[in-house]
């Protein structure tokens, strides 16, 4: 997970250094589009695995939620300091367990609901309204977040359905055939050195994914989830030395307030689904 969210804030610094020359939808598209590379080996793959019509309903929903995601993201990036983007990208847990109880029938205890009312007690912290201007930039980083909740939510119904090498080939395709019309739309020509920079995103991205994944196959949530706070330290390190962007205490703590209200319903998924598995003693 520390090798995670160093590759993360990496993707953040790169899509930072980029500037708004080329416009967000085309990152994006670029970004995913070079990223095809990676699936190469996954071929075999997915022409094996028979995917329902179903299935090729929820890729595509999945893929049209994380396209709007992504523009988002990468418009945010433009618009708003490395800190704020990161500390507000960790909402999507929230949405994802609100998305859960609304849909899926999932019950809210007490505890998760204060859970959520603390994280967006700290979303609060950070946007701070009617203190400070809320500018476009953190309106869709907000919604972004709303996008990528939906997008692990359908991602929770594809993998329980499929094999999930295949699951995430289908979010590489479906996300760059759903970004290309709106890349087309306000293509500029990029450079050599714009087309290294994106593909070095796409690098970063891939890696970050990956040992997550990892992380998630050698420890619970409830240990993982926590070592994310570092991505926001780096974030606000990286955008005060490299980007000139102020420290802003106030990001900082809202984005631990979030954070710490996501480890607490992690923990309290986990200490469930313990309670569920474990046998009673008369059992025993």
């Not at 590379?37 to 997915?46: A, Q, R, Y």
């Not at 849909?103 to 309204?129: C, S, T, W």
Request: glycine share 8%; proline share 5%.
């Amino acid at each position: 997970m520390l090798i995670t969210g160093l590759c993360f804030v990496a993707v953040t610094a790169l899509v930072k250094t980029m500037g708004s020359r080329v416009p967000p939808a085309e990152m994006a598209f670029l970004r995913y589009m070079m990223g095809l590379v990676f699936l190469l080996p996954m071929l075999g793959t997915i022409r094996r695995t028979h995917i329902s019509t179903r299935m090729w309903g929820l890729f595509a929903a999945r893929g049209g939620a994380h396209t709007i995601g992504v523009i988002l993201w990468f418009f945010s990036m433009t618009q708003i300091p490395l800190a704020e983007v990161t500390a507000m990208n960790y909402l999507s847990p929230v949405y994802i367990t609100l998305g859960a109880a609304l849909f899926l029938g999932e019950r809210l205890a007490l505890r998760r609901i204060a859970a959520v009312l603390a994280a967006l007690i700290g979303a609060l912290i950070i946007l701070r309204p009617g203190f400070r201007e809320v500018s476009p930039g953190h309106i869709a980083m907000l919604f972004a977040a709303i996008a990528f909740g939906a997008s692990y939510l359908l991602a929770k119904f594809t993998v329980d359905g499929t094999n999930p090498v295949v699951v995430v080939a289908m979010m590489s395709i479906w996300v760059t055939l759903g970004l290309a019309p709106f890349a087309l739309a306000v293509w500029v020509t990029p450079t050599l050195t714009e087309v290294a920079v994106l593909f070095g995103v796409a690098c970063f991205a891939t890696a970050g994914h990956y040992t997550m994944t990892l992380a998630f196959a050698s420890a619970p949530l409830t240990v993982t989830q926590p070592v994310t706070f570092l991505q926001l330290i780096w974030a606000t390190a990286l955008g005060a030395l490299v980007f000139s962007e102020p420290v802003d205490i106030w990001v900082v703590c809202g984005g631990g307030v979030i954070l710490g209200a996501v480890s607490f319903i992690t923990w309290r998924e986990a200490v469930l689904k313990r309670r569920t598995i474990t046998p009673p003693d008369t059992a025993i």
